[in-house]
């Protein structure tokens, strides 16, 4: 059977520079080498984002719940929450043990995407 290799995930943002600002303050995100014009290419870790410059795409905060592109496991996450929650990240669920074995909280971005990071409960 195929290997899958690699993951990017891949967002619609109305304003590349706000979410190039917020990815990379918030959340820690470098910017890859890759350059090409409306997009960026950002990286933490294994978690890696194209990111293109749509303007009149729909916004992501109107696909309401349920709609995270991603869900992240993370190891200390009790630091990244921290880290979000003093960067001004918006927390649309704050960080909680949940039944299924994993601490989570959900960040929305500065584009109303959703991400949920989590963690095993141990």
Known sequence: MSEFTFARFVLAVPNLAASKEFY???L????EAIRAPGWAFLCRDAFHLMVGECPDA???????????????LV??????????RGAGGVILEELAAKPWGLTEFCLQTVDGHRIVFAEPTG
């Open 24 to 26: 990379t303050r918030v």
């Open 28 to 31: 820690g995100f470098e910017e």
């Open 58 to 72: 729909m916004p992501a905060a109107s696909l309401g719940d349920h709609s995270s592109f991603a869900h992240i």
């Open 75 to 84: 190891k200390d996450i009790r630091s990244l929450y921290e880290h979000v």
